[in-house]
């Protein structure tokens, strides 16, 4: 049941802050140097983000994390925009609640190949 009402409520999923055209401005500093990243949380959560949308739990068990805003708030230190969108579900006792989903910004196929050494996907 949980996982339907997951599903249901990505299939409407659009940006939050887009423009009138639809693009979301995320623009990288200039002045901001990459580095590969290390084995670890940071670079498993970038890979997880990569494949689209993911929920905060889904990428705590991606890092593995018990805490995945922790390791989105050191990668958005390094530059990369990603954004959290509330979405509304049912929690496994049947009560209504909120979740967070995560999502990479547009224009970023530059800095997350320099993070993860060019090796994605």
């Known amino acids: ?62 890092c593995p994390a018990s805490n995945a805003p922790d390791v989105v708030f050191r990668l958005r230190a390094r530059g990369v925009a990603i954004h959290c ?5 049912i929690n496994r006792h049947g009560e209504p609640c909120r979740f967070g989903v995560y999502v990479l910004g547009p224009a970023q196929g530059e800095l997350v190949a320099a993070l993860l050494g060019g090796a994605h996907a």
């Open 1 to 62: 049941m949980k996982g339907a009402v997951m599903n249901e409520t990505l299939a409407g999923w659009t940006p939050a802050r887009a423009s009138e055209n639809g693009q979301v401005d995320d623009a990288t500093d200039a002045k901001f140097t990459p580095r590969k990243l290390p084995e670890g949380q940071e670079r498993r959560a970038l890979l997880a983000l990569l494949a689209g949308p993911i929920t905060r739990e889904a990428l705590d068990r991606a």
């Open 85 to 89: 969108h509330m979405r509304r579900g």
